[in-house]
């Protein structure tokens, strides 16, 4: 089965074909599976990343025909073009630098916490944004997201992205129905979603998410309500 994997290296971009050996004959392969056999095969210094190889960690995204997938879960089919997920720079192959969407929390929520009582509940929502697996697979198509890298080369990945992300409106959404979280901190959450762009989703027709949380529902409308506070 031949697909094509995209490398980067030192700004130059190529496209490698790669004819998978299938182990049976009915074998339908995973992202994942086609890249460690190139790996051991071909490729010996192909890049990409992964980890639980059980769809926990999210840190194996790639994208497929330009849509982004989970390598460890996703099927692939002859023809299929693998390259890194077009919505952050890629460092060397299929990697790219996720740091600049992580940096954009940090430093910033200084009283978000009032206490450690375990016994308290959270809401049943705060349970369904838990399922967040750090995938950026709903960064594509983002147009707050795009806005970092309109009028810069290095969108400043390395202090944390200006603009947000649904990722980000997510974590920002989880600590203002954290029960954990203090007043003083679920409106800094909030205030904190405003800087990063919040305004776009107004415009926007929604953003999906790799493992069906309901980000419009959960996050983003419930975000925009409080902001119009
Ligand atoms: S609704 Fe907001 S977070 Fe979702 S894609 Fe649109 S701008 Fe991005
Ligand atoms: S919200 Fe969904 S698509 Fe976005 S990072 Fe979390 S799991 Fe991935
Ligand atoms: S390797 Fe962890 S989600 Fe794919």
Redesign the pocket.
Known sequence: MKVEIETHRDGETAVVEYDYARRDPDEKPMILDVLLQAQATEMPDLAFRYGCRARNC?VC?VDVNGR?RLACRARIREGDRISPVNTLPPLADLVVRRDGVARQMRGRLTSVAQGNDLNQDPPEDYHKLT?????????QGCPMHARNFEDSTDPGASEGYRHG???SL?KLQMLRIDPLSSEAGREQALEHAKDLGLDACRDCKG???????D?MGK?VRPLLAAAGE
Do not use: R
């Open positions: 999210g995204t982004p399922a967040c697996i750090e995938c950026y697979a709903c960064l992300n649904p990722f997510l953003c999906k998410c790799g493992v069906g949380i980000l996050v």
